[in-house]
């Protein structure tokens, strides 16, 4: 059983700052997502923990080793978040508990 989803996020770049105002205002909006748990991983303190996945951006969102959201350079707010409901709804799903 999935216990969390993993984020990997930097404490220096806007687009980590981004993925965290979506996480918090998702789960403000739609009750189901209150119950979708995530540990955030700090890329610039924490290397051991990104040692063991392969990463091509930061921030992402993974589910043990399956990428659920990634971000790409340019991405509007708009899109984060919605790349970002897409990783809660995953984690909800059947095929992923």
């Given at each position: 059983?999935?216990?969390?989803?993993?984020?990997?996020?930097?404490?220096?770049?806007?687009?980590?700052?981004?993925?965290?105002?979506?996480?918090?205002?998702?789960?403000?909006?739609?009750?189901?997502?209150?119950?979708?748990?995530f540990r955030r991983v700090n890329v610039d303190f924490?290397?051991?923990?990104?040692?063991?996945?392969?990463?091509?951006?930061?921030?992402?969102?993974?589910?043990e080793q399956e990428l659920l959201f990634e971000y790409?350079?340019?991405?509007?707010?708009?899109?984060?978040?919605?790349?970002?409901?897409?990783?809660?709804?995953?984690?909800?799903?059947?095929?992923?508990?």
């Amino acid at each position: 059983m999935l216990l969390w989803l993993k984020y990997y996020a930097s404490s220096s770049d806007k687009a980590s700052e981004m993925v965290d105002k979506a996480i918090k205002e998702l789960k403000n909006e739609h009750e189901r997502y209150l119950s979708v748990p995530f540990r955030r991983v700090n890329v610039d303190f924490e290397i051991n923990q990104c040692q063991r996945i392969f990463m091509n951006k930061v921030p992402c969102i993974y589910a043990e080793q399956e990428l659920l959201f990634e971000y790409e350079s340019g991405m509007s707010y708009a899109v984060i978040k919605a790349g970002v409901a897409r990783a809660m709804d995953r984690f909800l799903s059947d095929s992923i508990l």
